[in-house]
């Protein structure tokens, strides 16, 4: 029998951290992540509902909301990204799954997308090279869908000009890192 050995998205055994030049990009793997899309003619039962198990209002296009101990992201029209700390496998997607029982289909998305958190100066400047967005504009509170070098990949503002998460596919987590780190390393 052979001993398999857990590894993170970036290929550690434990969460990625690297610091280069002004900016430190940090691995998350302490999250739990859950897509909730509203079924028809339930979209204002499901906002109701959202507002009630994780604690925030849905949030408007574009945009996540803040908790206590989830965050609600906007994916598209009546669909959400709910996250909260990992607590288990599909935990948070069998609670959702519960909670919103015939009014909303629930996936598992926590071994779907990788968490990366880039804070620092030159956020900014980095990401002006990898995205299509205008991430100069973006404020704290922003959440969009880009693509960061050819990679669709989810980005949120936490603070303006200096703290961003990216959510990416974990099948390219390894890339996408890399790409930050290096790119980076050129500014």
């Known amino acids: ?3 398999f050995v ?22 998350r793997e302490d999250v739990a992540l859950a897509s909730v899309s509203a079924r028809l003619r339930q979209e204002e039962a ?5 507002q009630t198990v994780c604690g925030v209002p849905a949030p408007d296009a ?3 909301e803040q908790g206590e101990t ?4 906007w994916l598209g029209p009546d669909q959400y990204l709910c996250e909260e700390t990992y607590t288990g496998p ?11 029982a015939g009014i909303a289909s629930v996936t598992d998305q926590s071994d779907v997308f990788t968490r990366i958190d880039m804070t620092g100066q030159g956020a900014i400047d980095l990401l002006q090279r990898l995205t299509v967005l205008d991430v100069e504009q973006m404020q704290a509170g922003a ?7 050819h990679v669709g990949c989810l980005l ?3 603070e303006a000009g200096t703290d961003f998460s990216i959510y990416a596919p974990r099948s390219y987590a390894i890339s996408v890192h890399q790409m930050l780190t290096e790119v980076v390393k050129a500014l």
Do not use: Y
């Open 1 to 3: 029998m052979r001993d």
């Open 6 to 27: 857990a590894k993170t998205a970036i290929g550690g055994t434990e969460p990625k951290r690297d610091v280069v030049g002004p900016l430190t990009f940090q691995e």
């Open 46 to 50: 499901v906002k109701a509902r959202l």
């Open 62 to 64: 574009g945009q996540w």
């Open 70 to 73: 989830s965050s609600l992201h």
């Open 90 to 100: 599909l935990e948070l997607a069998r609670r959702m799954a519960v909670e919103f």
């Open 143 to 149: 959440f969009n869908r880009t693509a960061i070098h």
């Open 156 to 158: 949120r503002c936490n």
